[in-house]
């Protein structure tokens, strides 16, 4: 069955410091997948997605993230942190089958920044 | 701009009260999802429409129920909500075949 893990429950950053969130996923083919980014009370707002192709994706917000197909990861990164950008992180991956996209999402990874 | 709406933003309910709630959505998808997040935790699929096709998923309580009268409009349906229904409800849209899926803002409903 597909899953996904993010080890990091919750994580303090100092602004202006790189970040880096971790999200393993559990799929029997070429995955596709997503960091999804939710401030308090609001909607998912999708930060970047993976499909094929190049291995290092970029996305809003100065945010990047790799695949690692060996590691079956997909780490989001960010090299300098600004306190706009504590919120939580959730990883997803696209369900099998059908011509939908349903979406596994991780447990998330909560983000505070220290000024 | 092209969006997904969700409409209301919060909602409080009466244990056992049938509640709706709305999604309307600008983008032309003929793919439509509820997803249902309770506190501290991932969204997690409840249906989805492919065009007027409904598609339940295995776990999800009979007590939810969903409507799509058009390509732009779903529903979803409570009947008799209980306390453990208190979480807040995601719609979501997308194209079919490989592509990402458009979060509206949320309803948060609280049965009291």
């Known amino acids: 069955a597909q899953s996904v893990t993010q080890p990091d429950i919750h994580i303090t950053v100092s602004e202006g410091a790189s970040l880096e969130l971790r999200c393993n996923y559990s799929y029997g083919a070429t995955p596709y997948l997503f960091w999804y980014v939710q401030s308090p009370g609001q909607g998912l707002q999708l930060l970047l997605k993976y499909f094929s192709g190049d291995t290092l994706v970029q996305g809003i917000k100065g945010f990047e993230a790799e695949f690692k197909r060996s590691q079956s990861s997909f780490n989001l990164r960010k090299p300098s942190v600004h306190w706009s950008d504590a919120a939580e992180y959730f990883c997803?991956?696209?369900?099998?089958?059908?011509?939908?996209?349903?979406?596994?999402f991780g447990t998330g990874t909560l983000l505070a920044v220290q000024p | 701009d092209a969006m997904v709406i969700q409409n209301p933003r919060y909602q409080v309910t009466q244990f056992g009260k049938p509640v709706t709630l709305s999604c309307s959505q600008t983008l032309n998808h003929n793919v439509m999802y509820w997803y249902q997040q309770k506190s501290s935790q991932a969204p997690k699929l409840l249906f989805h429409y492919y065009d007027k096709d409904f598609n339940n998923e295995a776990d999800t309580p009979d007590n939810f129920q969903s409507r799509r009268p058009n390509t732009s409009f779903c529903f979803l349906d409570i009947r008799s909500p209980g306390l453990g229904d208190t979480a807040m409800y995601l719609c979501?849209?997308?194209?079919?075949?490989?592509?990402?899926?458009?979060f509206g803002q949320g309803t948060r409903l609280t049965v009291v």
């Open positions: 997803a991956v696209g369900a099998v089958g059908g011509a939908t996209n349903k979406l596994i």
């Open positions: 979501a849209t997308s194209r079919e075949g490989r592509t990402e899926a458009f």
